[in-house]
């Protein structure tokens, strides 16, 4: 099989709207102006709706309630709103998955997105807002998985779960490629930054490219960082596992393992877009 034929299944892709993927083509934009953010999330009732919500939350803790996207917008600025914008718009685009239960794969998708951007603010090699959207659809090439060739996606999961495979190596017995070049060619397909879809496919093996991309390294720490999470691992051990070597081609200082009890205790404040 080869992952362009995952994408002719045009009525099984995740529905991204419009808004969300004209904000991440203006990420690298620094003149965007407010008028502009809020007129196109306006647009989307079920976006907008969601966006108020957590913005008068206790996450973000502000002062009296907030009635409007253009309030939201000049009170929160651009690069919180992009933020939450996009993490709405990615979590309602597939109602149900079978084999994926949708608010775990999308909680983790969050704090790995939140992971990344706390990682991106300490580097100037990453620019946060990107880290936080490649963060958000790192793992979206294993949700094409399951919506396009679900009974393939199932046995690859049984394989992992019984432990006769990792992942990778699962997915390129059974389909010949591996949830990441499926990320990316999905990403490619939207017309995604092309650092986007490199930092998902390259994530989990970031020196594949000389020199790596300080993206993907960004990612590959965000995503140990989560699996340390998941697995409620003791901070000292976080810090023995850490790869060193990663953060370094992020362009980040060796005294970042002296940081990571922040990034552990994240808020999964964003997790109430899925109610």
């Known amino acids: 099989m080869q992952v362009q034929e995952l994408l002719k299944n045009t009525d099984k892709l995740p529905n991204v709207p419009d808004v969300v993927r004209e904000l991440i083509q ?31 939350s206790a996450y973000f803790g502000l002062s009296r309630k907030i009635s409007s996207i253009d309030e939201a917008t000049v009170l929160l600025g651009i690069d919180k709103l992009k933020t939450l914008v996009i993490a709405s718009g990615f979590s309602n685009s597939v109602e149900k998955v079978d084999g994926i239960k949708l608010p775990e794969f999308w909680a983790d998708s969050f704090r790995v997105a939140e992971l990344s951007q706390w990682f991106a603010k300490r580097t100037s090699l990453v620019e946060a807002d990107e880290a936080f959207t490649v963060g958000i659809v790192h793992n979206i090439g294993r949700l094409l998985l399951h919506l396009t060739v679900p009974d393939t996606a199932r046995e690859i999961r049984q394989l992992v779960v019984n432990r006769k495979a990792g992942f990778v190596k699962a997915e390129l017995d059974l389909l010949g490629f591996t949830s990441q070049d499926a990320g990316k060619a999905l990403m490619d397909l939207w017309k995604f930054p ?47 596992g850490f790869p060193i070597a990663v953060a370094k081609a992020a362009g980040l200082s060796e005294g970042i393992i002296y940081e990571l009890d922040d990034a552990l205790i994240i808020s999964d404040g964003l997790n109430q877009l899925l109610d």
Request: aromatic share 4%; hydrophobic share 35%.
């Open 26 to 56: 203006m990420l690298n934009d620094p003149n965007v102006k407010y008028a502009d953010i809020s007129e196109k999330v306006t647009h989307d009732q079920t976006i907008s709706l969601k966006v108020l919500r957590v913005v008068n």
């Open 194 to 240: 092309a650092s986007i879809g490199d930092a998902v496919k390259h994530h989990p093996r970031p020196f594949e490219l000389d020199p790596p991309q300080p993206l993907s390294c960004v990612l590959n720490l965000a995503c140990y960082l989560n699996a340390c999470i998941r697995a409620e691992r003791d901070s000292d051990l976080v810090r023995e």
